[in-house]
């Protein structure tokens, strides 16, 4: 069985809403984050959260608009997308990480390299 299960995606029109899913088998990641990608591009980091101390980061394309959340007793991750674009389509991944992992805390959305546990990712298509 897959770590990181993502459900939640589909297709919608431009300033819609989808709430992404990302459930984790067995274990509630300390860092959990959302990438997204598209053919002939390179995965970009969209919201990551840990629930040691709450930190939050969001990519500049994501501030504003969306909402990472974790809901440890479910070991389920979320992520809110309001207000969604064209360019917001993609296949999303969530991704979970122990943010020490490296040595030095990280958990962040600039490095999916760091990530080592990941999800068959699920479509998300924003038509204009």
């Known amino acids: 069985q897959a770590p990181l299960v993502e459900s939640g995606g589909g297709s919608v029109q431009a300033g819609g809403s989808l709430r992404l899913s990302c459930a984790a088998s067995?274990?509630?990641?300390?860092?959990m984050a959302w990438f997204r990608q598209v053919p002939g591009k390179e995965r970009e980091g969209v919201a990551a959260?840990?629930?040691?101390?709450?930190?939050?980061v969001y990519a500049d394309s994501a501030k504003g608009r969306f909402t990472i959340s974790q809901d440890n007793a479910k070991n389920t991750g979320y992520l809110e997308m309001n207000s969604l674009k064209p360019e917001d389509t993609g296949v999303y991944y969530c991704a979970a990480r122990n943010p020490f992992a490296d040595g030095a805390w990280y958990c962040g959305v600039d490095a999916a390299e760091r990530y080592g546990d990941w999800g068959q990712g699920t479509q998300v298509t924003v038509s204009s």
């Open positions: 959260v840990s629930n040691l101390g709450g930190t939050i």
């Open positions: 067995g274990f509630s990641p300390d860092c």
